[in-house]
T-cell receptor, first 116, second 107 residues
Framework: DSGVTQTPKHLITATGQRVTLRCSPR?????VYWYQQSLDQGLQFLIQ???????AKGNILERFSAQQFPDLHSELNLSSLELGDSALYFC???????????????FGQGTRLTVV | LAKTTQPISMDSYEGQEVNITCSHN???????ITWYQQFPSQGPRFIIQ???TKVTNEVASLFIPADRKSSTLSLPRVSLSDTAVYYC????????FGTGTRLLVSP
């Protein structure tokens, strides 16, 4: 158990719909990362938040948005869903160290989204 | 964002040592090198991290030469359960994954 909780584990929805994926980071972790992984594809970095603020942005579509709340949990909102959005969505958290060190990130088990 | 290069796939047999090398041609001075392992339908799992020279833990060893332009993950005596995708990452607090190396361990 990594300590990172993602809900729901599975989600099936229709094209055009909107869904929200939730991530609870490990206790004390300030950074949250979101990734998309399509079938047999690599991990595509979407976005990172640090203590409520957006820290880095990757290949995140305009139809997707995310936020990190004061309690540090994060939500990834996916709207106007398309068949191609079907994928595993992972959340990771870490507690960044000082400038002279780095930290490991802990991943959740993912949310499998199926758009039909 | 920093870009790493590693082999797409590797094959090995149980009991052998496996070395996976990653190129870090543009690594920044402050960047650490980190390796992750991912099994199908699971989130990646941290294996090892280093800055330079050699780091060893209970799972693997990581060799980083003085110029830090490459890193080699060494898995001693692999088993079938080591079949997974292995990713090398570089960067301080950056978690950008490349394509990874798909390791297949056969009996």
């Amino acid at each position: 158990d990594s300590g990172v909780t993602q809900t729901p584990k599975h989600l099936i929805t229709a094209t055009g719909q909107r869904v929200t994926l939730r991530c609870s980071p490990r206790s004390g972790d300030l950074s949250v990362y979101w990734y998309q992984q399509s079938l047999d594809q690599g991990l595509q970095f979407l976005i990172q938040y640090y203590n409520g603020e957006e820290r880095a942005k990757g290949n995140i579509l305009e139809r997707f948005s995310a936020q990190q709340f004061p309690d540090l949990h994060s939500e990834l909102n996916l709207s106007s869903l398309e068949l191609g959005d079907s994928a595993l969505y992972f959340c990771a958290s870490s507690n960044p160290g000082t400038a002279n060190s780095d930290t490991e990130a802990f991943f959740g088990q993912g949310t499998r989204l199926t758009v039909v | 964002l920093a870009k790493t290069t590693q082999p797409i796939s590797m094959d090995s047999y149980e009991g052998q040592e496996v070395n996976i090398t990653c190129s870090h041609n543009n690594i920044a001075t402050n960047d650490y090198i980190t390796w992750y392992q991912q099994f199908p339908s699971q989130g990646p799992r941290f294996i090892i991290q280093g800055y330079k020279t050699k780091v060893t833990n209970e799972v693997a060893s990581l060799f980083i030469p003085a110029d830090r332009k490459s890193s080699t993950l060494s898995l001693p005596r692999v088993s079938l359960s080591d079949t997974a995708v292995y990713y090398c990452l570089e960067g301080f607090q950056k978690l950008v994954f490349g394509t990874g190396t798909r390791l297949l361990v056969s009996p």
